[in-house]
T-cell receptor
């Protein structure tokens, strides 16, 4: 149980275009999901907290107009990278917090974004 | 205040050895301390976690030692195997927001 999926696993896009990444909790409901970014050989950096039915909360330094987050249901959150640039190339990882459990966040397999 | 410091950056051990990874924090608002294992190109997977009212927790070959007064915690991997070769991250969770703050990571290599 407690599986989180991400789609796509890899995406290559041209500079200036937008890309949408989906994060789904497959066998549990998640009122809260988190989005992280990880550059090569670095740690995970929290970008934003996504709450079902409300606006996302962004970490300091993360542009909310560039990284649009929508948490429209208890099992789906999406991250849209708008007007992507090569410096946005990174590994994007989501996690979902089980609404019925006290502590655990379950991580997705990640999405590799390459902007050319 | 939000940082979690992790050391060493990399670690090389022989099969059967006991690698130890250390983490330290400052913020007393953290209430939960998980460890994650990450293989290249994959998302992190929860290994073991501890709450600050417990000094030690063991699950299989993985043990967390927690020193609340020193604000330090460590991961021990008993009888390490080549399949344990991965990057390990400690993390600390804010109790009010569920946000996780990750350490900088330790790349472990276990040689046969």
């Amino acid at each position: 149980g407690a599986v989180v999926s991400q789609h796509p696993s890899r995406v290559i896009c041209k500079s200036g275009t937008s890309v949408k990444i989906e994060c789904r909790s497959l066998d549990f409901q998640a009122t809260t999901m988190f989005w992280y970014r990880q550059f090569p050989k670095q740690s995970l950096m929290l970008m934003a907290t996504s709450n079902e039915g409300s606006k996302a909360t962004y970490e300091q330094g993360v542009e909310k107009d560039k990284f649009l987050i929508n948490h429209a249901s208890l099992t789906l959150s999406t991250l849209t990278v708008t007007s992507a640039h090569p410096e946005d190339s990174s590994f994007y990882i989501c996690s979902a917090r089980d609404s019925t459990g006290p502590y655990e966040q379950y991580f997705g397999p990640g999405t590799r974004l390459t902007v050319t | 205040q939000q940082q979690v410091k992790q050391s060493p950056q990399s670690l090389i051990v022989q099969k059967g050895g006991i690698p130890i990874i250390n983490c330290a924090y400052e913020n007393t608002a953290f209430d939960y301390f998980p460890w994650y294992q990450q293989f290249p190109g994959k998302g992190p997977a929860l290994l073991i976690a501890i709450r600050p009212d417990v000094s030690e927790k063991k699950e299989g070959r993985f043990t967390i030692s927690f020193n609340k007064s020193a604000k330090q915690f460590s991961l021990h991997i008993m009888d390490s195997q080549p399949g344990d070769s991965a990057t390990y991250f400690c993390a600390a969770r804010f109790g009010d927001t569920d946000k996780l703050i990750f350490g900088t990571g330790t790349r472990l290599q276990v040689f046969p």
